[in-house]
């Protein structure tokens, strides 16, 4: 029995008034419109391709990197045939302090095969990972649901359509009419912000603004401010960018500094503005321009004044979160800052989500997507121009006779790559890989001295021992929610804390008894410790992405890492 039907047997002994059966999850039904639509299960494939090239991208290249501890040969269990998932994890990957600006080709491969693995161990403790890459493969979705989202939702495709509009009017912002590269070789002046809010709702308010401009291919000046949205900020922002109502309650409210950062940062002879997933952030500040004008209607009837304090235009708006996906959409199942960032420059974000990192960030992804479309202009001869970018961003077909890069008629996205081979579904061998709870027999039996017989009693009586708790049901795969804040932490913890849950609730239905001078609570923590099961030196079938850079002539979707390289030596000369 799994754990839905383990958790109706105890209910069906127990007082349906409870209501403990809305307590745990139950079971998944198949659907066929899931090939088409969102699903919520994962399909587990009949027919299990057999895809040999894991193995030899292992044997040839993988293994063949050595010194490091999460990555290449180190990441394999003595003798060399399974991946110890001990050393799997974005957080184990960020010791390796990895350069790729000085990284063979073979050790980018290496770092990219850990990640890969860190992005499909979404169930352990410290894997991290996430099980979109289960969810959304081409047995439910023919792209990744952020894309989906991003780039071809009605909403999106209105919101598009109408900044094509303006785009293509000439006598609209002849300003945008300028290469993005000038003669020296710079990127053309820009300013890079990004806000950190009391939440991710409509009504949410600023925390932080952080704001760098570059001018002539260097950083000029740069702003960052704690703000004051007068009303608490919620325990659950906090535990994302860290900052509390009392490190904020002395300092200045946006609608104070909002005069400031339009006159000294976000002016025109600053240059473009450019902001990762623009439209939240840039409708955040326009709000605040709004409040400003509503309160100085004197200060407006001045010229100048009333033009510099207007707000921002969408449409003339940088965006490398849009223009990324349009180019690598199946680069990673998230497409978040830090999780795109990392794909592309084999690196965690150093203090991400604080808004000044995350501005750092941006303008590394800025840049990576700017040399790679001006890298993939037809007319070698100039540049491309800031408005071509910009028509390239919101999904023009027209703009293609300039960019040799095909969008999907539907979809919009770089038509070269495709999700296989992207992705794989493939036999992978593994070892210390967290699979689900399960008491065992001989393990409850040994566990008598520390939680009394009468307990171990229990635990049998109510089947909680030799029950598999996992994320399966029914030959599907249950959707989890993707976080969760772990009490008392500023961390969130991933699809583990769904079966860790559901574990729980099933030691609840046991009715454990204090014993030996520790509760309830430390008896049935106990329990839980000790129904970890891991596989080792199994062969498990996860999809997961393909990192061979031998099948990008196929589609499989990878950075440019001349263009990566490139931009991680700028931003060390920095």
Same mark, same amino acid.
């Given at each position: 029995?799994?754990?839905?039907?383990?958790?109706?047997?105890?209910? =069906?002994?127990?007082?349906?008034?409870?209501?403990?059966?809305?307590?745990?999850?139950?079971?998944?039904?198949?659907?066929?419109?899931?090939?088409?639509?969102?699903?919520?299960?994962?399909?587990?494939?009949?027919?299990?391709?057999?895809?040999?090239?894991?193995?030899?991208?292992?044997?040839?290249? #993988?293994?063949?990197?050595?010194?490091?501890?999460?990555?290449?040969?180190?990441?394999?269990? *003595?003798?060399?045939?399974?991946?110890?998932?001990?050393? !799997? $994890?974005?957080?184990?990957?960020?010791?390796?302090?990895?350069?790729?600006?000085?990284?063979?080709?073979?050790?980018?491969?290496?770092?990219?095969?850990?990640?890969?693995?860190?992005?499909?161990?979404?169930?352990?403790?410290?894997?991290?990972?996430?099980?979109?890459?289960?969810?959304?493969?081409?047995?439910?979705?023919?792209?990744?649901?952020?894309?989906?989202?991003?780039?071809?939702?009605?909403?999106?495709?209105?919101?598009?359509?109408?900044?094509?509009?303006?785009?293509?009017?000439?006598?609209?912002?002849?300003?945008?009419?300028?290469? !993005?590269?000038?003669?020296?070789?710079?990127?053309?002046?820009?300013?890079?912000?990004?806000?950190?809010?009391?939440?991710?709702?409509?009504?949410?308010?600023?925390?932080?603004?952080? /704001?760098?401009?570059?001018?002539?291919?260097?950083?000029?000046? @740069?702003?960052?401010?704690?703000?004051?949205?007068? /009303?608490?900020?919620? =325990?659950?922002?906090?535990? /994302?960018?860290?900052?509390?109502?009392?490190?904020?309650?002395?300092?200045?409210?946006?609608?104070?500094?909002?005069?400031?950062?339009?006159?000294?940062?976000?002016?025109?002879?600053?240059? &473009?503005?450019?902001?990762?997933?623009?439209?939240?952030?840039?409708?955040?500040?326009?709000?605040?321009?709004?409040?400003?004008?509503?309160?100085?209607?004197? *200060?407006?009837?001045?010229?100048?004044?009333?033009?510099?304090?207007?707000?921002?235009?969408?449409?003339?708006?940088?965006?490398?979160?849009? &223009?990324?996906?349009? /180019?690598?959409?199946?680069?990673?199942?998230?497409?978040?800052?830090?999780?795109?960032?990392?794909?592309?420059?084999?690196?965690?974000?150093?203090?991400?989500?604080?808004?000044?990192?995350?501005?750092?960030?941006?303008?590394?992804?800025?840049?990576?997507?700017?040399?790679?479309?001006?890298?993939?202009?037809?007319?070698?001869?100039?540049?491309?121009?800031?408005?071509?970018?910009?028509?390239?961003?919101?999904?023009?077909?027209?703009?293609?006779?300039?960019?040799?890069?095909?969008?999907? =008629?539907?979809?919009?996205?770089?038509?070269?790559?495709?999700?296989?081979?992207?992705?794989?579904?493939?036999?992978?061998?593994?070892?210390?890989?967290?699979?689900?709870?399960?008491?065992?027999?001989?393990?409850?039996?040994?566990?008598?001295?520390?939680?009394?017989?009468?307990?171990?009693?229990?635990?049998?009586?109510?089947?909680?021992?030799?029950?598999?708790?996992?994320?399966?049901?029914? $030959?599907?795969?249950?959707?989890?929610?993707?976080?969760?804040?772990?009490?008392?932490?500023?961390?969130?913890?991933?699809?583990?804390?769904?079966?860790?849950?559901?574990?729980?609730?099933?030691? $609840?239905?046991?009715?454990?008894?204090?014993?030996?001078?520790?509760?309830?609570?430390?008896?049935?923590? #106990?329990?839980? @410790?000790?129904?970890?099961?891991?596989?080792? @030196?199994?062969? &498990?079938?996860?999809? !997961?992405?393909?990192?061979?850079?031998?099948?990008?002539?196929?589609?499989?979707?990878?950075?440019?890492?001349?263009?990566?390289?490139?931009?991680?030596?700028?931003?060390?000369?920095?």
């Amino acid at each position: 029995m799994r754990i839905t039907q383990v958790a109706f047997e105890n209910i =069906k002994q127990k007082t349906f008034g409870q209501n403990r059966m809305s307590s745990v999850q139950t079971p998944l039904m198949p659907s066929f419109k899931q090939q088409t639509g969102l699903s919520n299960v994962y399909y587990l494939p009949q027919f299990q391709p057999n895809f040999e090239g894991i193995s030899k991208l292992e044997t040839n290249v #993988i293994k063949k990197v050595v010194g490091h501890e999460y990555i290449g040969l180190g990441i394999f269990t *003595k003798g060399g045939n399974y991946v110890d998932c001990k050393k !799997i $994890g974005t957080e184990l990957l960020s010791k390796e302090n990895f350069n790729i600006a000085k990284a063979t080709d073979e050790e980018i491969t290496a770092y990219r095969y850990s990640l890969a693995f860190a992005e499909m161990y979404a169930t352990g403790k410290h894997g991290g990972g996430t099980t979109w890459v289960q969810r959304y493969n081409p047995k439910n979705r023919h792209s990744p649901l952020a894309v989906s989202h991003s780039l071809s939702s009605k909403k999106s495709r209105k919101f598009f359509g109408e900044n094509l509009k303006l785009l293509k009017n000439k006598s609209l912002s002849a300003s945008l009419d300028i290469p !993005i590269i000038d003669n020296n070789g710079n990127l053309l002046n820009r300013v890079v912000f990004d806000t950190e809010t009391t939440g991710t709702k409509a009504d949410a308010s600023i925390v932080q603004l952080a /704001i760098r401009v570059f001018k002539d291919g260097k950083p000029f000046k @740069e702003y960052n401010q704690l703000v004051n949205p007068k /009303i608490p900020i919620p =325990k659950e922002a906090t535990a /994302i960018h860290g900052i509390t109502t009392a490190m904020v309650r002395d300092k200045p409210t946006i609608l104070e500094k909002a005069s400031e950062i339009l006159h000294e940062y976000m002016v025109k002879k600053n240059g &473009i503005i450019s902001a990762y997933n623009a439209i939240f952030d840039v409708l955040k500040f326009n709000k605040a321009i709004r409040k400003w004008r509503y309160a100085n209607p004197e *200060k407006l009837k001045n010229d100048s004044e009333n033009r510099i304090m207007k707000q921002k235009d969408l449409y003339k708006v940088l965006d490398p979160y849009i &223009i990324v996906q349009r /180019i690598h959409p199946f680069l990673g199942a998230k497409k978040k800052l830090g999780n795109q960032y990392h794909w592309l420059f084999c690196k965690n974000m150093e203090n991400a989500h604080d808004a000044m990192a995350d501005v750092k960030g941006t303008d590394d992804i800025l840049k990576y997507c700017l040399y790679y479309l001006d890298k993939h202009r037809v007319d070698k001869s100039k540049h491309l121009t800031l408005r071509e970018v910009l028509l390239f961003q919101n999904g023009d077909l027209d703009i293609l006779e300039k960019i040799d890069i095909p969008l999907s =008629k539907v979809k919009r996205f770089n038509s070269r790559v495709k999700f296989n081979p992207s992705y794989r579904n493939l036999s992978l061998n593994v070892d210390n890989y967290f699979d689900s709870y399960l008491l065992k027999k001989e393990t409850v039996e040994q566990l008598g001295d520390l939680i009394g017989d009468i307990n171990v009693e229990k635990l049998h009586k109510n089947n909680v021992v030799e029950q598999k708790v996992d994320l399966t049901q029914s $030959g599907y795969k249950q959707a989890p929610n993707e976080t969760k804040l772990i009490p008392g932490t500023g961390k969130y913890e991933n699809a583990h804390y769904k079966m860790e849950d559901n574990m729980r609730k099933v030691i $609840g239905f046991a009715e454990l008894e204090p014993y030996g001078g520790k509760t309830k609570e430390e008896i049935e923590e #106990i329990v839980l @410790e000790n129904s970890e099961n891991y596989l080792h @030196e199994k062969n &498990i079938q996860k999809w !997961i992405k393909n990192v061979n850079p031998e099948d990008i002539k196929d589609g499989n979707d990878l950075p440019d890492d001349e263009i990566t390289r490139r931009v991680m030596r700028e931003a060390q000369e920095e």
